[in-house]
């Protein structure tokens, strides 16, 4: 029982890392109608700015609740600026190109980043994973019984933060004007442009605060797993997409929904079946999930337009 | 008296032989090859190398290409091929046919394994594709990336196939001979596809979908067909590829080999089988050649050529985000070589092989 509940408990702390990375999809996706295969590789450049800030400040400064805030922004603005750029400079000359040159486009933007990190000229990070420096102690939050149970305080903080976002970008989507506006570009970019809507300043925004939640979410991943490299992004990005289709690709409280489903599953198979299946269960999922319900389990499936 | 019935071609080739004529050029052209290359174990290597690439780029046109479907998996396929077909080599090692020669005994197993474990990636390209080629657009792309995942965690936990440790001991049964025949047969088999009207609704699935369905196009069909082609000759170019490195394990067949193919099929042309050719020779012979000249160019070379393998693959990424945005429709678009040929050099008539 308290085997269960622990795995519930971690799980779930899983699972709100994926949600976090999984809004930034479902957003972009919403608005663009586009895989956006090279988010989990933002993320994880964003992490290597953390990483880069945190070594900046000392190691006195990097645990001051000031050098942690100081810490995810530069991280979250930094791949804010970075999303900018790639959607100013290599999706929005496509746009009114057939969907798989986005497409391939992603993967290529995907594959020069994560193996481009790799390289160990100049500034760049080389292919060997870093220890991320401890910028938030882990401590025992709560603690049932023998330590039978235990919660972590950043498992906490990630739950607290994703429920939080969630709740926020809610409230950025259906009750704001740029809300209102993002919903209009998404149902059509073209007679929104009609009625005077800035599109290409609703989709840049969309994305960079597509790629900050990327940067913070993957901040949070770091802390929680200590150790970094330059292919990270790319499973961890690739999880959070199929956490994203479940839920179904462009609902916000979906994705939140498919990614905790997802941790806890994953969660399971590590705990009862074996650690080496874990990386094979997402895929299965997403596969079944296509089959049974292909618009996720809360999406729509759009009828086709002739 | 001459019978006026019999269609004179214009290259002057009598019909009869008109079939069997790339055989009667390619077989004397690979043996010369295979002599000429048995002194350079190198070259030898680079061979096997650039026809596996060939086969694989080929076969992924068929379903990038011609049938514009995304499949981003097709090392999978090429595993499940090269596991299936040394497992049964491994296991056949031993055993000849004692009323044939060694070498034809090995080399009758050798195509039997090689059948075989493209039936089996052709069986996983079915199962595969039966369910997914339903689904529109990206997803295609995420479920066979999961599958060609999923793979690898499969043979990674199956004591069979030597888990992570992976298969060694494999006969080097791979000659320039076997390369050559697979390269032509998937070529011959994917320009025959590409001029039926089987290659003809696949390039109406291309064009619209939606439109391709309301026309009575069975469009899952044809996708699955087509998928299933592709698979099996993927599963052959892994049989091959296993043959000749000797040692195979899940790392040899993951995302980065699969992205390789792609950028060769893109780099080419989606849907010209001529520029997929071009493009796998042309990728696997690149870095060979600047791991050769760039110790000549530089002083400290060695440090810059082992850094050939490393910016290859960032190079890939930069490729395809350029393409996209310069030429989204690779060097040939969906012409083959002939037709983009300058004007002096003579030319194949209009229409499809």
Known sequence: MAQLLQHLINGLAAGTIYALVALGYTMVYGVLKLINFAHGDVMM????????TAYALGRQ???SVLGVVLIFLVAMAGCALLGFLIERFAYRPLREKPRLTSLITAIGISFALSYGFQLDIGFLPGAAPRAFPEIIQPTEWLIIGDRDVVVWNWQIMSLLIAVGLMVGLQYLVFKTRFGRAMRAVSYDHRVAALMGIPTDRVIAVTFMIGSGLAAGAGLLYAIKDTSVNPLMGLFVGLKAFVAAVIGGIGHVPGAVVGALMLGLVEEFVVGYVAS????????GILIIVLLVRPGGLFGRVAAEKV | METSSVPRTVSGVPPALRGILPVLVAVPVLMALEWLLSGSPFAQQLTYRVGVNVVLAVSLNIVNGMTGQFSIGHAGF????????SVLSLSLKEIALSFLPVAVSDQLF???ALLVGGAAAALCGFLVGLPSLRLRGDYLAIVTLGFGEIIRVIVQNTAMFGRALGLSGIPPATSVMMVGFWVFLTVLVARRIAGSSHGRSLWAIREDEVAAEAMGVDTTGYKVRAFVISSFFAGVAGGLFAHFVQVINPNSFTFVQSMEIVVMVVLGGLGSTTGAIVAAVFLTLLPEALR???PMLTEEGSSLSSRVDQIRMPL?????????LLRPQGLFGTKELWEVLPRWLPRRRKGLA
Not at chain 1, 45 to 52: E, K, L
């Open chain 1, 45 to 52: 450049v964003g992490v290597y700015m953390g990483y880069g």
């Open chain 1, 61 to 63: 400064a990097q645990k």
């Open chain 1, 276 to 283: 080496t299946w874990r990386d094979a269960v997402a895929f």
């Open chain 2, 78 to 85: 090429m595993a499940v091929g090269a596991y299936v077909s």
């Open chain 2, 110 to 112: 050798f195509i039997t």
């Open chain 2, 292 to 294: 050769s000249l760039l």
């Open chain 2, 316 to 324: 890939y990424g930069i490729l395809l985000v350029a393409l996209m």
